[in-house]
Structure formats: structure tokens, C-alpha cells
């Protein structure tokens, strides 16, 4: 990476001036998460333009499509191309940035704005587990006690207990790192839930199970894992960033024997979406529960497999109701 004469690496140039965008962002109240998204994309936007020999006044309708069309091409650093997804997420804030721009009066429109992005595909992960499947996995977590080494005991009895609140209440990974102690109500089995995506808070409800060893975990078990890692976050209720959270969840659930299909922490939140659809939940509940602002969102575990919708024809067409009394 490029060097200046003061050595700051041409990524910690553009940290600097990035700076009092998130400051004035994070004043206007927005989450904490969506402050560590745009500190983190934000600077690959800015290198984009620092190569082409551009500055903030020279961003264009076209210069905001090359900057698509380059995160669809190569935009990570090992040449691959992002995920839709993750494009529109950086192109998100860059809009941000230059709808700020734009009010300084540094351009006089926000090109992000008006450009046309990506559409978003709103489909499930594919192959999501049933809920037997899904259940032996948690089971296997719980077994925590047979690793052989302790601290490898307390590493994985914390992402059993994690991996069981995800799955109870289908709270984001950021939502999950974000979690004080107090927010957590164990007389009335709820966690208060403060920096939800677009800056909504709401209420999760717990499974009686979920409670009963969240209890454990804060009341016992939570402060002899802080004894043995003096270096964790004591302020998080589960000692760890996102970051760190989303490496040492995805690394357990690989580790863990006899997981046949692929999983990863956000396919949780996905699972029991699918899971309450298939057990009869209506769709606002799952709305609420996933804390979706439109229903619409919550409408892609409407997708059923196969194997439901042929079970769902068989028993509810008339044909095949009429077809049982013979010729």
C-alpha cells in the first residue's frame, strides 16, 4: 500500500478524512454498528478515488457507476468480486458520505442518490437446516464438558450459550455483541434490544431453556471467563466485538462433529425464520420477532422447500382428498 511522507498508508489517510462525517453521523443518533460499517467501507471508497486522482468535488453520476461496477468486478483486495449484498452495503455509505457532501455544499447533488443500484435479491441461503439437524448441533455444543483442555471448555460452552440465544430469538450478530448484562430481563425471559438495524429498538423474547442457562451464565459462569481472558470487553454481556464474535462462532460451528451441511452465524437467524413458518407461525409474529420493519422481508421464508409444498399439496387439494375413495 502507498506511503506518505508522514508514513500514514494511503487507507489511514482516508480514515483521517473521513472523521467528522461519523462524527456528525454518530451525533444524529445512528447505530454503532452502522458507524463501524461506513469507518470501515468508507475508506475503500475514498482509495478508489485517490487512484483515479479524483477528491471529494469530483464525484460524479459516473464516477458513483464506475464505483459500482468496480465492487461487482474487483472490488476486494484479492481481486474477487463482492457479494450483491455487500455492494449495495458500500455503496450505502458512500451515498451517505456524499448526501453529507451535499449538504456542506460541496456537491451540488448526492449522485449515489440517484444512481440505479442493485436490486435486492430476497432469497433464503440455500439448504438451511431442518429442525431435527439443527437441534443434534446444539445438543453437540452443549457437551462442551468433553473437550479435554478447560479454557477450550469455557470457549465453547460460551458459543453454546450464544448459538442457543441466536436461536431463541433471532437476534442479528451486531445485535448479540452490542448486549449489556442489564439489558438482559430474566424475571420476564426478554432481552432489550438497543441498536437494531436502522436504529430501531425492540423486545426478544427467550425460550424457557434459553433463559435458564443465560441465567447460569450471568450469574456463575460469566466472571470465571473473564478470569481466565482479563483481556475481554467486560462491558459486552458476551465479552467480545463483532468481529471477534462472528470468528469464533463460524470457527466452533466448523469444529463441531457431525455437521453434515454448512452453517454460518447469520443462517441462524434465517433457520428460525424458516423453522416458525413450518410450525404454523403467522407471518406478522415472525415480522416482529425478527424485528423486520416490513412484512415484506419476513415474506422470503415464505419460500418453502420442495418437500413442504409437495406435503402441503397432498394434503390440502381437493383432488387428492377425492382421489382416496377410488374409481
Not at 477450550?152 to 452490542?178: F, N, V
Not at 464474535?245 to 447469520?266: C, E, P, Y
Not at 415472525?286 to 412484512?295: K, S, V, Y
Request: aromatic share 10%; glycine share 8%; proline share 4%.
Amino acid at each position: 500500500m502507498e506511503e506518505s511522507g508522514s508514513g500514514m498508508s494511503r487507507r489511514d489517510r482516508a480514515k483521517e478524512h473521513i472523521k467528522p462525517f461519523l462524527s456528525e453521523y454518530q451525533s444524529l443518533g445512528h447505530s454503532k454498528q452502522a458507524i463501524r460499517n461506513f469507518s470501515h467501507q468508507l475508506p475503500h471508497f475514498l482509495c478508489f478515488l485517490k487512484y483515479r486522482g479524483l477528491n471529494d468535488s469530483d464525484i460524479s453520476l459516473q464516477v458513483a457507476y464506475d464505483y459500482q461496477e468496480y465492487l461487482i468486478l474487483r472490488g476486494r483486495r484479492d481481486g474477487k468480486p463482492y457479494e450483491a449484498s455487500t455492494v449495495r452495503s458500500y455503496i450505502k455509505a458512500a451515498s451517505a458520505y456524499t448526501a453529507w457532501l451535499t449538504k456542506l455544499g460541496r456537491l451540488s447533488t448526492n449522485p449515489f442518490g440517484v444512481m440505479r443500484k442493485l436490486p435486492e435479491n430476497r432469497s433464503l441461503p440455500k439448504d438451511l437446516p431442518k429442525e431435527s439437524e439443527l437441534g443434534c448441533f446444539l445438543e453437540g455444543l452443549s457437551r462442551f464438558h468433553r473437550l479435554p483442555i478447560f479454557k477450550a471448555r469455557l470457549r465453547r460452552y460460551r458459543t453454546h450459550i450464544m448459538m442457543e440465544t441466536l436461536y431463541a430469538t433471532g437476534l442479528r450478530l451486531s445485535e448479540l455483541a452490542d448486549l449489556r448484562v442489564e439489558d438482559v430481563d430474566l424475571v420476564n425471559a426478554r432481552i432489550f434490544v438497543t441498536t437494531g438495524k436502522g436504529e430501531r429498538s425492540r423486545y426478544v423474547f427467550l425460550t424457557e431453556y434459553a433463559c435458564r442457562i443465560l441465567a447460569i451464565y450471568i450469574k456463575e459462569l460469566r466472571a470465571l471467563i473473564i478470569s481466565y481472558y482479563p483481556q475481554v470487553d467486560k462491558r459486552r454481556l458476551f465479552l467480545s466485538s463483532p468481529g471477534t464474535l462472528v470468528h469464533t462462532l463460524n470457527g466452533d460451528i466448523k469444529a463441531a462433529s457431525g455437521v453434515s451441511w454448512r452453517l454460518t452465524v447469520h443462517q441462524v437467524r434465517h433457520t428460525l425464520g424458516y423453522h416458525l413458518l413450518r410450525a404454523g407461525c403467522p407471518l406478522r409474529y415472525i415480522q416482529q420477532i425478527l424485528g423486520h420493519a416490513h412484512i415484506r422481508t419476513s415474506e422470503i421464508y415464505t419460500k418453502v422447500d420442495g418437500e413442504k409444498l409437495g406435503e402441503m399439496l397432498s394434503s390440502c387439494h381437493p383432488r387428492s382428498l377425492a382421489g382416496s375413495s377410488g374409481l
